[in-house]
């Protein structure tokens, strides 16, 4: 490491140069606080305290490659530095390098078994592995140290719904609430493990909580569905269709990455997909076989005005994502011409007695009794309601609910 003396003059404009860099960071300012950390070390190179501070703000930027250089420079210098340990190791993370990143983790616990931020970005790298007990324990070590974390104690819950551990799971969203937490979010996890001082759950899953997932989810999305889990229900659902077609405007709701698109262009003059991710939108773009992309509630894009108005309305595996659809059958209604077809699937609950279910999956579930109560009461004619496969898992044919109705 090269260094100035005191009185040289570049060490007092490194100085200057750090200290404006901190304070660009502190305001949020990422861009303005590299250049500054970066002109530091152009007057005294090496400086370990300048260099672990350009590797949290490229880390910021979203530059890891960047960000783990700085921190390897910065461990050089000082190879017990704990925060560059963990830059380096969140770089690490970053890059999808998990089992780097997870002994990375462990060498700063390893030197401080007190640093609140390394376990909880140690639990979600053993998350990442699949160590689904050694995530938990990392969470419980996190919060032992900090309780008052309502971020923590969410994916604590939710990693504990996961492992079937309802009562656990439901504590730790209550935790979560108590301090603060999203209450929708959170609101809406309780439900699921519980149905905690509802008479209903939620009437929809929180949107911020369906486009991260989806948008996390695009590039694996259709591997997982078609490789892992057979998912089938496009298929069988536009052949529920045929017999129906051709249309002239059609709206596939939640389209996704487009699965259902070219099954749909067929046998649509003009076709419009709709979803909340951003992300999935981009790879349903790449198909090429709409005419046009919303990014949109699901509500929203049915209140758009269209012309022609729509005569078929298509929503594959969507309402999972939805409990009360009295509005959205209104909506349908409102905006699609006499006749018009409004296909979809839905999941069956585990207590036939609830019209509604918010599952621990945290999938929606609704009953064939209260699709055709609704059906009925918002005008439309069910010309199918019919059990059969949706996916596979575990080898196991998971059945659904495929719905066909005709406006009247």
Known sequence: MTTAPPDDPRFAQAKADFMEGLAQLEAGQCDAAERCFCASLRGVPGRVSTLVNLAAVRLLLGRPEEALDSARQALQGEPDNV???????????????????????????????????????????????????????????????????????????????????????????????????????????????????????PPTAPAAYVRGLFDGYADDFDQHLRGLLGYEAPERLARRLATHAPFQSALDLGCGTGLCGPLLRPMSRRLVGVDLSGAMLAKARVLGVYDELLQADLLEALARPAEPRHDLVVAADVFIYVGELEPVFAAVRAATTPGAIFAFTAEPPTDPRQGVQLLPSLRYAHSTDYLARLAEAQGFELLALERDVIRREQRREVEGVYVVGRRG
């Open 83 to 201: 925060d560059a340990l963990l830059h380096q190791a969140s770089a690490l993370a970053q890059l999808g390098r998990a089992e780097a990143a997870r002994r990375g983790f462990e060498r700063l616990l390893a030197v401080d078994d007190r640093h609140v931020a390394a376990w909880t970005r140690l639990a979600e790298t053993y998350k990442t592995l699949g160590r689904r007990d050694d995530a938990l324990r990392a969470y419980a070590r996190a919060l032992a140290l900090e309780a008052d974390q309502p971020e923590v104690w969410s994916r604590h819950g939710d990693l504990l719904r996961e492992a079937g551990r309802h009562d656990d799971a439901a504590q730790a969203f209550r935790e979560a609430l108590a301090r603060g937490g999203d209450a929708a979010l959170n609101g809406y996890y309780l439900a699921a493990v519980t149905g905690d001082g509802r008479a209903s759950p």
